[in-house]
């Protein structure tokens, strides 16, 4: 069946990198956009970018520019997400997840997600 | 960036009752609005896609409607499983953004 498996929880001080993989299978990797969601302690969801695993072209929003890289090992059916210069107001359950398009029409959404690698932040 | 508002931000409900949830986008996104239900320590899953869609293995009684800037999302008769919180999401543009969450909560 179709899944994401993420890597596990994550605890790392301030000013450090988080690097987050996710293995897909049950479909073709490269045939599907790979986004990064994150939720804070209680709080929403805020979408972080998307990378396009058969190009590699990536897609951050503004908040993220600086400090993510998005990276995907296309042989392994694995996406990367590192999030530099780690702050405590980083500290989030972060997700990936894929996107599918509506056949025959420009609507996406997102179908399937990881179950989310926990980051704590705290020194 | 296109900016999504849900209301109410929670709503107590009970067993059978008809919910509505009301998603509001700053600028027009035609169709381009999905629903998503998260339960605590899980993923989000969609229910809704592209404004009226369900997706396959959804209950018929969640149903979306709406376009341009005003959406909504019904459910007809609350059961159990259905308390958790609902997101309403567009996709019509970069930065995708989510609604701030809506929790529905047993009465």
């Known amino acids: 069946q179709v899944q994401l498996v993420q890597s596990g929880a994550e605890v790392k001080m301030p000013g450090a990198s988080v690097k987050v993989s996710c293995k897909a299978s049950g479909y073709t990797f490269t045939a599907y956009y790979m986004h990064w969601v994150r939720q804070a302690p209680g709080q929403g969801l805020e979408w972080m970018g998307w990378i396009n695993p058969n190009s590699g072209d990536i897609n951050l929003a503004k908040n993220f520019q600086a400090r993510v890289t998005m990276t995907r090992d296309t042989s392994i059916s694995t996406a990367y997400m590192e999030l530099s210069r780690l702050r405590s107001d980083d500290t989030a359950v972060y997700y990936c997840a894929r996107t599918s398009g509506v056949v025959n029409s420009p609507y996406y959404y997102i179908d399937v997600w990881g179950k989310g690698t926990t980051v704590t932040v705290s020194s | 960036d296109i900016q999504m508002t849900q209301s109410p931000s929670s709503l107590s409900a009970s067993v059978g009752d008809r919910v509505t949830i009301t998603c509001r986008a700053s600028?027009?996104?035609?169709?381009?609005l999905n629903w998503y239900q998260q339960k605590p320590g899980k993923a989000p899953k969609v229910l809704i896609y592209a404004a009226s869609s369900l997706q396959s293995g959804v209950p018929s009684r969640f149903s979306g409607s709406g376009s341009g800037t005003d959406f909504t999302l019904t459910i007809s008769r609350l059961q159990p499983e259905d308390f958790a919180t609902y997101y309403c999401?567009?996709?019509?543009?970069?930065?995708?953004?989510f609604g701030g969450g809506t929790k529905v909560e047993i009465k």
């Open positions: 600028q027009t996104i035609s169709r381009y």
């Open positions: 999401q567009q996709s019509y543009s970069t930065p995708l953004t």
